[in-house]
T-cell receptor
Framework: DSGVTQTPKHLITATGQRVTLRCSPR?????VYWYQQSLDQGLQFLIQ???????AKGNILERFSAQQFPDLHSELNLSSLELGDSALYFC??????????????FGPGTRLTVT | KNQVEQSPQSLIILEGKNCTLQ??????????LRWYKQDTGRGPVSLTI?????NTKSNGRYTATLDADTKQSSLHITASQLSDSASYIC???????????FGAGTTVTVRA
């Protein structure tokens, strides 16, 4: 158990809909990262927040947005969903958001299925 | 073109045998190189983290090496166990940046 929690575990929704994925980082971690992992594809970095502020952006679509709240939990909002958005979405947290050797601890993921 | 290339894409080994996974990267300079293990449907778990100045790092039966001159890293699994069946992912981070470059992973299957 990494200490990172994600809800829900599974989500099935229809195209065009909007969903919110939630992540609670490990106690004491200030940085939260979101990743997408589609079938047959590697992990794709979406976005990072550090202590409530956006720090880095990866391959995140305009239909997707995220935020980190004062209690440090984070939400990833996916809107106008398409079939291709079906994937595993992981959240990770780390103590510091710097590009150093700090570990990133991954949550169990949310499996999103768009039908 | 992906900046982190891993080989082989997959491999099958017998329990108790050793194997070596390769990672070639073009990110230069880089801050650190990490190897993760990901069981199917689970989140990745960190095995090793090496800065550019380190040559080797061990974690139990897992040993990672790094050659910054050739921009290559390898992950050696010793005396494989059935529980080693997983995807192994090489990740390179950029200095003074928060971007991570992920390899596509090597899928290892250990058979009894």
């Amino acid at each position: 158990d990494s200490g990172v929690t994600q809800t829900p575990k599974h989500l099935i929704t229809a195209t065009g809909q909007r969903v919110t994925l939630r992540c609670s980082p490990r106690s004491g971690d200030l940085s939260v990262y979101w990743y997408q992992q589609s079938l047959d594809q590697g992990l794709q970095f979406l976005i990072q927040y550090y202590n409530g502020e956006e720090r880095a952006k990866g391959n995140i679509l305009e239909r997707f947005s995220a935020q980190q709240f004062p209690d440090l939990h984070s939400e990833l909002n996916l809107s106008s969903l398409e079939l291709g958005d079906s994937a595993l979405y992981f959240c990770a947290s780390s103590v510091d958001g710097g590009a150093d050797a700090y570990e990133q601890y991954f949550g169990p993921g949310t499996r999103l299925t768009v039908t | 073109k992906n900046q982190v290339e891993q080989s082989p894409q997959s491999l099958i080994i017998l329990e108790g045998k050793n194997c070596t996974l390769q990672c070639n990267y073009t990110v230069s300079p880089f801050s650190n190189l990490r190897w993760y293990k990901q069981d199917t449907g689970r989140g990745p778990v960190s095995l090793t983290i090496m800065t550019f100045s380190e040559n080797t790092k061990s974690n139990g039966r897992y040993t990672a090496t790094l050659d910054a001159d050739t921009k290559q890293s390898s992950l050696h699994i010793t005396a494989s166990q059935l529980s080693d069946s997983a995807s192994y992912i090489c990740v390179v981070s950029w200095p003074n940046d928060y971007k991570l470059s992920f390899g596509a992973g090597t899928t290892v299957t250990v058979r009894a």
